[in-house]
């Protein structure tokens, strides 16, 4: 097989369903050795099976520290380097900032940035290793605009946006990219929960340019393409998969 993929060594959190998912599959079709990270390992099993290709799976809660330590470990030792991490686990509490808990904030916090904070931090040598190892946050619109979602997601996703800029200057002489993606409305399980509602979901359509939701595979695409060679002089960048969402003023 002659791909870019080809026996590269993959992580993504939050693999089990969703944009992980997807993502994975991408992968692991090209010729990825591809590690699936998730809470929940029943999970991680049956989304395996439907991910064709070398794929090997890791139960960590990424809102815990010592998980992601373990997990950190578990790499650089099985695999020794790492060429393409991308940070996809993520959560939101839909409410208004007057009713945020102290621990609902830590919650966000922990699962959205400290997790993606400290496992990039922690394979920093793995990824050193790769000589062309690539970074990929998965963030949202909601950390470049204001959205309905609430203002601690939002927060969470901004100072992601942020991070990739400032470690993208500071490991591009390690040879290491670092980009993120904002996507807005994806075809996911959580998504489609809240689009349930006809009124709600005619109002998202009304303000994407492109009157669609998006697909997985539309933001597993761009994470691909961001990890390949033809994306090589790009980094400290965040890319909005919106269908034009970010843009539409009126």
Known sequence: MNHHLHNKNIIITGASRGIGLATAQLFAKKGARVIMVARNQE????????????????????????????????VSEKFGHLDVLVN???TN?????????????EQIMNTNLRSAYELTRMLYP????????????MSSVAGLTHLRTGA??????????QL???????WATDGIRVNGIAPWYIATRLAK????????????????PMKRIGEPHEVA????????PGAGYITGQTIAVDGGFSIYGF
């Open 43 to 74: 999970n991680l099993d049956k989304a395996a099976l439907e991910t064709k290709g070398e794929t090997f799976t890791y139960s960590a809660d990424m809102a815990k520290v010592e998980d992601i330590k373990k997990l950190a470990a578990f």
């Open 88 to 90: 996809n686990a993520g």
């Open 93 to 105: 509490i839909r409410k208004p900032v007057k009713d945020i808990s102290d621990g609902e904030f």
């Open 126 to 137: 793995t990824l050193k290793k790769a000589k062309q190892g690539n970074v990929i946050f």
């Open 152 to 161: 601690l997601y939002a927060m969470s996703k901004a100072a992601m946006n």
């Open 164 to 170: 990739t800029k400032n470690l993208a200057v500071e």
């Open 193 to 208: 929960q809240v689009l349930q509602n006809e009124q709600y979901k005619t109002e998202v359509l009304n303000r994407t």
């Open 221 to 228: 695409s761009v994470v691909e393409f961001l990890s390949s």
